[in-house]
């Protein structure tokens, strides 16, 4: 069954496994997850390979080599694999439509979760928020009743594109989303990146479910400040960080 | 008093308290029990015996050898045993009217328990809920002072087996409950698997309390994301994990 | 300046002073206390000494020699001692007017204070509560400006017993208070139980605050469970722990 | 490029140095900080020198020699140092105009950012918030359009000025202050003392949160205990601590 280009270059195909598996391991570490209620992602779209957790496998035992290989539709590479993380089928429809991202990350994160289970965007309170997502993190429509029996992990993937293209969102501006009822999706061009949006996405969350509670007329955060925020980390003119 | 049939494999009782003892002090770990709070037991029908935490003992100190045995009715089967957890009746109770348990998990875990104190179930908002109980998570109804006065813990256990009854719940389906005022009890096939109910448990509970304070309509997710979330981690066709 | 009895057996003191400094690091091992926000003192009523905290020393380096030793007054009884926590009038005033207690811890725990900021007494929502405290835990008067400006630490003390004889509370069944716009002081026959106290009022509060959010109706916990789950943890008939 | 005068002391300059890194690890310590968002600096105003964080480096892998040195313009002092935080404008007004200060400290703390985003000032509500804030924790006005776009950084330290002049506030007697929509900064005579007014500031904003939640009335502490408070820790009078 080994339907990978032996020619692939196997030491990057361990960097890549090596890189999720850390990553998967750094979510645990931020409190991201309880259980095993997670999972990441990279695609090396060259190479044609996506590289993904396991499926319900614990992060103490969790091991480099237990990161499942598939290529760019899902289909599982390496003889004797673990079974991928069921969320799969969302990763591959993401890497599919969003074209600048390398890293996907999923994860049931309380607040963000939270906010998913209300049915609503996280609005842009502050700056905490605007420094990563340039506007409000979207929440998806429900899926049909006709989607979830056929397709539901892929379709997950459906309605999170399609919410970005319907509001004309750039998933590079905003890159992360809430799933109704379910949880968080973030990218990202590192799985680093993807991981740190993850972490991101979680706090502001929880920052905003309280700047609600304490601020009921719930004002936004003005656009020129946002605009502020967003470009003095990102794009042409960022002047935060040592890049 | 060694009541205890002298044939029964020390072996086997061995391993029970010793995976009552881990799962006790896995609680702990889980940051669901403050100083004795909690209790774990198991039960092995076949042998007659069930395994529960002592009353009252620090969980810093506590040994695989304190862990207290009964015969099916919660009488003491060992000389010098221990004082049992005083909730001891409750679980004699579910374990004679669930049959499919061989674990029952209580904690005061501080989220199931601003749900009981409020007399609520907690309503099945999102998939994290889903994936582990198929539907609301039910409250038990307030004992009669005669209940309280005459056999207050075994009544906790008829309370709770009254509402899986009067509901037609399957508590392998909906595996842990409320007792109202008072708290959560999770249980399952094995002892790990029951305190790990009581993780989800609590953690649902903590998101769908901030569910409602975000969403004043109090949305459900749609039933047919119940069954799905459900079952693709259940049963004949569930599709997660690596089993 | 050494005024203390000679003949006090330096044992008896060098364990005092070693209870009240690890009572002390209990204190911020629970999560109780920030900076040095926190005290406990343990009284000797035969010998007549009170062993307390010092003030504004921070915990990661304190030591148990360190700790103050006075007389009933809170008269100070080595030479070279430091300054006793600023709260020790208070302390005296409780010991002299609560006959059975031993010991008194003084925190700022979150929860604790908001309900101190409230203004509120935390009422009676649950058998977590109804285990240790037997009714609503109190909350003081405002003091007043008068004695706020004359004996403000002694007359903390006083606003707290005047309230248990006024409605006749029993200081060792509700084994502490809130005062008002500042927070808990917790007591017990021994420093380990007024500490475990302290924890327990923090827990209580904040499973209280967040029931009243689930529950606007604010339904206590009738008469009779108050009583059992107290009575089957205190008195001559409890049956709970190995006591 | 070296412009620093080359009699300063290396080891006054090391000093500062290893001590601004200390206090920006504390932050992490305690809480304050997700990923790189915080940053602390001292001022030498003899020397002419302040010490700063440099940006978006990691608390990790961060060294005490990384600290980027400027003038008090905030203008570089050391050839190949990293960029100093994009924040150092903000630092450099407050050290111009709050003459008793020496450290400067901002965070994306929790709490703080919750009442920053709600736009309010933090009412004092108990003692905890008087012992080191002689008042509300004021919130600045929104920054207007021009402001973000011409000196962002520079003039966040302007109307954190502006509101502690027009409103006659002490910044010793309040030392902290809220930038709506964006966070906490806090400052202090000495680096520990900045770091520890991020951490109490923290804490008072989460009590208040809920303490709002509690009592709808939203009582504040009465002016007294306001005094007393403050005074028995700071000024002449003050009796707290071993000082």
């Known amino acids: 069954m080994l339907k990978m280009n032996e020619t692939i270059d196997q030491k990057i195909l361990n960097d890549m496994k090596y890189r999720v598996w850390q990553a998967n391991l750094a ?16 695609v090396n779209r060259e190479l044609g390979i996506i590289v993904i957790k396991p499926s319900g496998v614990p992060y103490a035992t969790m091991t480099a080599e237990q990161m499942v290989v598939t290529d760019l539709e899902g289909h599982l590479l390496e003889e004797n694999a673990l079974k991928p993380s069921s969320d799969l089928p969302t990763h591959v429809y993401l890497y599919k ?7 996907v990350v999923h994860t049931h ?20 928020h605007a420094d990563t997502f340039y ?6 429509r429900q899926l049909t009743q006709e989607e979830v029996e056929t397709a539901y992990e892929r379709d997950t993937g459906k309605v999170i594109v399609e919410r970005f293209e319907n509001d004309n969102i750039d998933p590079l501006a905003i890159p992360g989303v809430l799933t109704i009822g379910h949880g968080p999706f973030t990218w990202g061009q590192t799985v680093n990146k993807a991981v740190e949006n993850a972490v991101v996405l979680d ?12 601020n009921v007329k719930h004002d936004l955060l003005p656009n020129y400040m946002l605009d502020k925020h967003y470009f003095r980390k990102h794009g042409a003119n960022a002047y935060y960080g040592q890049g």
Chains 1, 2, 3, 4 share one sequence.
């Open 97 to 103: 439509h969003f074209a600048g991202i390398n890293a």
């Open 203 to 214: 706090e502001v969350a929880h920052m905003a479910l309280f700047t609600e509670v304490l």
């Open 109 to 128: 994160s309380k607040y963000a979760v939270m906010w998913a289970q209300s049915g609503r965007d996280v609005p842009p309170y502050g700056t905490t």
């Open 135 to 140: 506007g409000a993190i979207p929440c998806t």
């Open 27 to 42: 979510l645990e570490k931020a409190n991201l997850v309880v259980l095993t209620w997670g999972n990441v992602s990279e």
